[in-house]
């Protein structure tokens, strides 16, 4: 699929097909070897500091304890509370050393041509605020964190000046309570390369 318009969709394939490692191995013994070739913002994926600044860091250096089992928060807004999201939606919160998941409601477009216009978004203001607080990764259910009207990426910079990750292109958070949960989205450990996509998934308190 194509997540982000002007992007490649990825393309999957067998290195070695099954069929033709029979060749290589004993009577009754075969394999696959797959192979993809993918841009690295394809799906559900997370943004480290080093997709934005050259000196922050990449995959290989993100904190786990940034994204691995942490205390999450869903902040869920109503379908008619607009595009931008500011400062406002976020203050009954606590969102200091959680995960911050931001539920808009636009994955119901996920995988459809409305999903890449008109996607709600965080302001300027929003980011700065989260970056205040501390949150440790911050998530949301839409095509960008930013506005992409303009070329400007100002929650984009700020979250991750702050080494705070990003991820996008999340679903299902509809299914999230507002608290009592924790968060997990951890890309591959990879050395000069800022972007990658993640297998999100929270787990809930007991």
């Known amino acids: 699929m194509v997540t982000y318009k002007g992007l490649p969709a990825p393309k999957i394939s067998d290195f070695l097909s099954r069929t033709d490692s029979r060749a290589r191995y004993a009577p009754g013994t075969e394999f696959v070897i797959g192979m993809i070739e993918m841009c690295s913002n394809t799906g559900t994926y997370v943004d480290s500091p080093f997709h934005r600044y050259p000196d ?25 509370a607009g595009r931008a999201i500011d400062r406002a939606a976020l203050l009954a919160h606590d969102v200091a050393h959680r995960a911050v998941l931001v539920h808009t409601g636009w994955d119901r477009h996920w995988r459809s041509d409305a999903y890449f216009t008109g996607h709600p978004f965080l302001t300027a203001d929003a980011a700065r605020y989260l970056a205040e607080q501390g949150a440790r990764v911050v998530g949301i259910d839409s095509f960008n964190i930013d506005d992409t009207g303009g070329g400007d990426r100002p929650v984009h910079s700020t979250l991750l000046a702050a080494g705070i990750p990003i991820c996008e292109h999340l679903t299902n958070l509809a299914a999230l309570p507002a608290r009592g949960y924790r968060f997990s989205a951890v890309p591959v450990k990879v050395t000069g390369m800022g972007t990658f996509p993640v297998r999100a998934y929270a787990t809930l308190d007991t």
């Open 56 to 80: 922050g860091a990449d995959l290989a250096e993100l904190d786990l304890g940034r994204l691995a089992d942490v205390e999450a928060v869903t902040i869920e807004l109503a379908r008619d």
